[in-house]
Each structure stands twice: as structure tokens, then as C-alpha cells.
């Protein structure tokens, strides 16, 4: 794993500033830099570094607590399962569900469509279409074929597909293939990879940026506020402090990517006499209409002997994704999880039962969209986070999803253990979200801020809903259209641009 340099003291002056180094900033980062455009790119957190004295990748709850934010380059990214999956065209549609309905989105699939398959390139995505009715249109296939399976896994597959239960295979950014870093190890799911090869925001997008002689990169480092011009109307840069010592960085374009809810936090914390209750907050919006996931973990016990370490993580259920037969709403997805270590997060009495059923079982992970409304999300005490109302269950959906997954594994023949844990909301969406109308959205459907010339979000604080899958590809691919956008309001600047690496 190499880690990089950063810069200690900025230039005075950028063409654009990106806050957060995870998948929307640095995609952003590399999208710019591939068009010549000087850029600074501020992150909180430092390079990762392995855990001395072992050659494992590092499992991250060894490093963090369960409730413990993460501040690394590269984000959340360094971590994740690497499924970069797209949505679904039915998630740019308003869509009624058991307790509301999910809102459209300001854009079409189709306006998002060649983002994808630009998003896929970057991050190495390996893919098919088989198995999975809910696939959306493709412009173009996969850049990689799918991931082998596992021959334990493939042995689960066969027996579901003989009980009419196709599986999917799940796309995976992974740079894998002959004379490729990734070896399919069981510690990629949770873990960071020590060998590059898990297609994270710092590997795939942020390495290259730095790369170019464009982009410089400042850890440790805390984007205090956003500045604006006197009048209010324009971002002329940002605040940042690092080691104690504060500096002003003025900038063409300033682009916030910190993630839910920090980018909102940031947007608060930047208010002026203008801007009373925040930055793009002029309606009330920020921080609100956050949507999620209703995540659940069942265990289908597949073998009478211990499996051993394995790569698991490459098919899900997809299916029901627009509901079922005897269901009138979306259901969700169910998707097998990586070998993850789950036993080290329960108490010490219930870690030898948890890790015995572990030896033997999937970890099987089911998700049901969680809805935004206009009281979802967060108010604010000050400058700080006040109160928080959760996005919408779907309890009768989400208990219907559960009961069909764990079915079609008994069916196949395997018994299903049920995690007796509460629903819990993963890859929060919305807080900043966009829209066309600036009463009840903060940016628009570019990623600028209503009302601010020169400041964009990108991240998942603009999706208008999460959908039922990873939402990882869906910000990338949101990230290079607002690098597009901010492109083409600049144009006048043509000398800088160059030819794209």
C-alpha cells in the first residue's frame, strides 16, 4: 500500500477547491485535472497506514469504534465492500411505497447513463447483466467481465437458481485479472487492502489526480468556512486551518464533498448576513429530506464444516427489486457480504457462539429503501447538529424482504439464522438535496448551490433518495457531471485546458 504526500502550506489561489477526498471529490479531483484545471483538495483526515507488525489488511472496527467517524484520504471508500452498482431507472421516478412515496429526481437515467459507464471505467468495475431483471439500459457493457465465484459459493447459486431464484452477480470495483494486485482474499469487505487492489476513491481516483501536476492535497486539515464575495452572491474560496496556523485559499469554484451530514454542518457553519441560517439554506432545506437504507443480516448456514477464509462477496438478489407477485410496492435487494469478523463487535460471553456461526454461514445483508420526507434529517443547535428524525421505515417491506430472502435459502436447502439486532439505516443520502425548485432543494440539478455562483456539492448530500442499492457508483457518476458542468461555465478558459490523460 503506498501512501502519498500532501502539502502543508496552499497556493493563494486555485481554480477550484474540493472539501472531502472521498468518491465525489476526489472523481471530481481527477475529472478536473484531466482538463488542466489547477486544483486544491482539503482532507480532515491523513493517509491510511497499515497496522505495524502484521501483513493483513486491516479490519476496520480493530481501528474504530461501531459509532466512530472516518477520516482517511479516500474516505468511507477505504473500507467499503467496493459494490458499485447503478440505479435503477425506476429511481429517477417518483415511486409510491408502503408509507409514502419516494420522490423523482431532477434528472432522468438517461441523463446520468454515460456518467456511469465513465464512473465504471475509473473504478475498474467487473460486471454482468445476467440474472438480475431490475439491470437498467447500458450504453455500453461492463469494462471488466464478472468475478469467479468461490466453488462454495458457486455451489449456493446452482441450488438457488433450481428453485427459480436467479442470482446477480454484484459489480465490483476491483482490479483483478492476470498480472492484477487482487488475489480475491477473504479480508476485502470492512477491511482496507494493503495491496491496491480494491478500486477505492484514493487508488483509483485520487492517486491518478495527484498524478497529473494538477492537484495538490493538504491533510490534517479543516475547512473552517466557505467565503463568499461581500455582496453574498459568489464562493470566493475557503478557510482552512491545519497544525494551528490559518489560511484563506481563494478559488474560481468551490466544491464541497465531506459527506452526510458534514457537508450541511460545513454549509451552517459558513452563514453571513446574507445567508442567516446557512449557505443554501435560505428555504429550510438543509439538512433535510435524508433518506437510507433498512439494512438487516441473516445467516444461511451452507456448510457442516468450517469454510475456512474465502472470497464471498460476489452475487445478490435482485429480483424483488420492484416488488413481487404478492407484494404491490419495491421490496429491495438482498447481497452477500464479505468474511467479516462480526464476532469481534459482540459481547465477550456471545463471541464464541458468533464466530462458531459464522465458520458455517453467509453473511447475507438485505435492504429496503428508507424514505426522505421534508422532516427527515437534521435541525440545528447553533452551529451544530440539533436533532435528527430517521428516514421512513418500511417495517411491513422490509419484513416481507427479510421473509422471502430467508425462504429462498431454506428452499435451496440451507437453514437461516436471524440476526436478532434492529433495522439499521446504512448509506445516508439527502441533507443538501438537488432539485429545480430552490423552496424545496439546496443545489440544482448540476450540484450548484441555489442562489451561490462558484459553489457545488458532491457527494451524497444531493441525492434526492438512496434507492435499494449501494449508492457508491451513483456519486461518483453525479461527481463527473458537476466536474462537466463546472467545465462548461468556465470555457472561457480554454488555454488551460489540455488533453485528457
Not at 437515467?109 to 445476467?130: F, K, M, W
Not at 465531506?258 to 446574507?274: F, Y
Not at 437453514?415 to 425548485?437: C, L, N, Q, Y
Amino acid at each position: 500500500m503506498q501512501v502519498g504526500a500532501s502539502i502543508e502550506t496552499p497556493a493563494s489561489s486555485y481554480d477550484a477547491v474540493i472539501v472531502g477526498s472521498g468518491l465525489g471529490g476526489s472523481t471530481l479531483a481527477l475529472r478536473l485535472a484531466h482538463a488542466g484545471r489547477r486544483v486544491l483538495v482539503i482532507e480532515r483526515g491523513d493517509w491510511f497506514r497499515p497496522k505495524p507488525g502484521t501483513d493483513t489488511n486491516d479490519y476496520l472496527y480493530d481501528l474504530l469504534g461501531p459509532t466512530d467517524d472516518i477520516s482517511f484520504v479516500g474516505g468511507r471508500t477505504k473500507f467499503y465492500g467496493a459494490a458499485l452498482y447503478r440505479n435503477r431507472e425506476s429511481d429517477f421516478r417518483e415511486v409510491q411505497f408502503e408509507t409514502g412515496v419516494s420522490p423523482a429526481w431532477p434528472i432522468s437515467y438517461d441523463d446520468l447513463e454515460p456518467y456511469y459507464a465513465a464512473a465504471e471505467t475509473i473504478y475498474r468495475v467487473h460486471g454482468s447483466p445476467d440474472g438480475d431483471p431490475s439491470e437498467p439500459r447500458r450504453s455500453s457493457p461492463y469494462p471488466h467481465p464478472p468475478l469467479p465465484h468461490d466453488p462454495a459459493i458457486a455451489k449456493v447459486i446452482t441450488r438457488l437458481a433450481a428453485r427459480n431464484v436467479p442470482a446477480a452477480p454484484v459489480p465490483r470495483g476491483l482490479d483483478y485479472g492476470p498480472g492484477r494486485p487482487c488475489t480475491m482474499c477473504a479480508a476485502c469487505d470492512v477491511h482496507a487492502c494493503r495491496s491496491d487492489a480494491k478500486m477505492d476513491a484514493e487508488t483509483a481516483a485520487l492517486r491518478p489526480a495527484l498524478a497529473t501536476g494538477f492537484v495538490d492535497l493538504m491533510t490534517l486539515t479543516t475547512c473552517e468556512r466557505i467565503l463568499l464575495t461581500p455582496d453574498g452572491q459568489r464562493a470566493e474560496g475557503v478557510l482552512v486551518s491545519r497544525n494551528g496556523q490559518q489560511n484563506r485559499v481563494l478559488a474560481e469554484t468551490v466544491i464541497i464533498a465531506a459527506g452526510v451530514p458534514n457537508t450541511a454542518l460545513l454549509l451552517r457553519r459558513s452563514r453571513t448576513s446574507r445567508h442567516r441560517e446557512g449557505i443554501g439554506n435560505n428555504h429550510g432545506q438543509l439538512g433535510k429530506r435524508v433518506g437510507a437504507h433498512s439494512t438487516g443480516t441473516l445467516f444461511p448456514l451452507i456448510s457442516l464444516g468450517r469454510l475456512g477464509p474465502r472470497h464471498t462477496k460476489t452475487f445478490g438478489l435482485n429480483h424483488w427489486y420492484d416488488g413481487g407477485e404478492d407484494w404491490p410496492y419495491p421490496l429491495g435487494v438482498a447481497q452477500i457480504a464479505g468474511q467479516v469478523p462480526l464476532w469481534r463487535l459482540a459481547g465477550k460471553l456471545k463471541q464464541p457462539l458468533v464466530r462458531e456461526m459464522a465458520d458455517h454461514s453467509l453473511t447475507v445483508i438485505h435492504m429496503t429503501e428508507a424514505l426522505p420526507d421534508e422532516g427527515t434529517g437534521w435541525s440545528f443547535d447553533g452551529d451544530r447538529l440539533g436533532a435528527y428524525v430517521p428516514p421512513r421505515h418500511q417495517a411491513k417491506t422490509y419484513a416481507r424482504l427479510r421473509s422471502l430472502t430467508a425462504q429462498a435459502f431454506r428452499q435451496a436447502g440451507y437453514p437461516v439464522i436471524r440476526a436478532p439486532r434492529p433495522v439499521a439505516f446504512w448509506h445516508e443520502t439527502g441533507s443538501a438535496v438537488m432539485g429545480k425548485d430552490a423552496a424545496s432543494s439546496v443545489v440544482d440539478p448540476t450540484g450548484a448551490v441555489h442562489g451561490v455562483r462558484g459553489l457545488f456539492i458532491a457527494d451524497a448530500s444531493v441525492l434526492p433518495s438512496a434507492g435499494a442499492l449501494n449508492t457508491g457508483l451513483t456519486i461518483a457518476a453525479l461527481a463527473l457531471l458537476t466536474a462537466d458542468a463546472i467545465l462548461e461555465r468556465t470555457l472561457q478558459r480554454k488555454d488551460r485546458i489540455v488533453t485528457p490523460a
